[in-house]
C-alpha cells in the first residue's frame, strides 16, 4: 500500500538557517505530492504540491521537488523566520476513490531567534 | 478562496453520548473528508465522500458513522462516545484529484 515517512522532530533551527525536511514515499502509479503546514491550534494549509516527476512546488519561500527515481520530496527553505515555526506533513495523493491523502506523521519545526 | 468550516473548535462531551460534528465548504467540491490528528499517529482518515449520499470507510471508521445528505454538508456522528475518542477531528474538501483544504479542527474531549 502507499506511505510516506518523514524525518522525526522537532527540528530546531536559528533565523536565517537553511531548513530541510526529508520526505520519502512508497507508491504504485504516479502519485501526486503535497507539502501542508500546521500553525498552532490551526487546520492544514496547502503549502506546495507537485503532480509529475521532476515538477519543483514553491510558495512563500519553500520548495520540494519530485523525484521519481529516489522516491523523496523534500521540502527546502534557504533562510527560515520565526514565523515557520510549525507542523510540516508531507502527503501524497492517487488516482481513484476521490484523491484519498496518505500523510506522513509530520515534522515539528522550531525557528529560535 | 475555498473555506472549510467546522461547527465547534471546542467540544467537550460525556461518555456514552451521541456527538455530532458538522463540516461545511462553500466551493462545491464533490469529494470531503473526515481525519483524526493524533500525537505521534498523524493524521487518519476515518470516512470520506465523492458525492451526495455516498461514503466509504477509511482507514479507522470503527465507532464513526457520516452522513452527506447536501454536496456543501459533511457529518460526523460518533454514535456512543468514548474517552478514546477524545482527539482533533479535521474536515477537508477537494474538487476531482486537486488538492484537499481543509477546515480548522473540532478538539473533542470525551470524559
Known amino acids: 500500500g502507499n506511505s510516506v515517512t518523514q524525518m522525526e522532530g522537532p527540528v530546531t533551527l536559528s533565523e536565517e538557517a537553511f531548513l530541510t525536511i526529508n520526505c520519502t514515499y512508497t507508491?504504485?502509479?504516479?502519485?501526486?505530492l503535497f507539502w501542508y503546514v500546521q500553525y498552532p491550534g490551526e487546520g492544514l494549509q496547502l503549502l506546495l504540491k507537485?503532480?509529475?516527476?521532476?515538477d519543483k512546488g514553491s510558495n512563500k519561500g519553500f520548495e520540494a521537488t519530485y523525484r521519481k527515481e529516489t522516491t523523496s520530496f523534500h521540502l527546502e527553505k534557504g533562510s527560515v523566520q520565526v514565523s515557520d515555526s510549525a507542523v510540516y506533513f508531507c502527503?501524497?495523493?492517487?488516482?481513484?476513490?476521490?484523491?484519498?491523502?496518505?500523510f506522513g506523521t509530520g515534522t515539528q519545526l522550531k525557528v529560535e531567534l | 478562496d475555498v473555506k472549510v468550516t467546522q461547527s465547534s473548535r471546542y467540544l467537550v462531551k460525556r461518555t456514552g453520548e451521541k456527538v455530532f460534528l458538522e463540516c461545511v465548504q462553500d466551493?462545491?467540491?464533490?469529494?470531503m473528508f473526515w481525519y483524526r490528528q493524533d500525537p505521534g499517529l498523524g493524521l487518519r482518515l476515518i470516512y470520506f465522500?465523492?458525492?451526495?449520499?455516498?461514503?466509504e470507510k477509511g482507514d479507522i471508521p470503527e465507532g464513526y458513522s457520516v452522513s452527506r445528505e447536501k454536496k456543501e454538508r459533511f457529518s460526523l456522528i460518533l454514535e456512543s462516545a468514548s474517552t478514546n475518542q477524545t482527539s482533533m477531528y479535521l474536515c477537508?474538501?477537494?474538487?476531482?484529484?486537486?488538492?484537499?483544504?481543509f477546515g480548522p479542527g473540532t478538539r473533542l474531549t470525551v470524559t
Open positions: 477537508a474538501s477537494s474538487l476531482g484529484l486537486s488538492a484537499q483544504y
Open positions: 507508491a504504485t502509479g504516479y502519485p501526486s
Open positions: 507537485a503532480t509529475k516527476a521532476d
Open positions: 502527503a501524497l495523493g492517487t488516482t481513484g476513490g476521490g484523491n484519498k491523502l496518505t
Open positions: 466551493m462545491d467540491h464533490e469529494n
Open positions: 465522500s465523492y458525492d451526495v449520499k455516498m461514503k
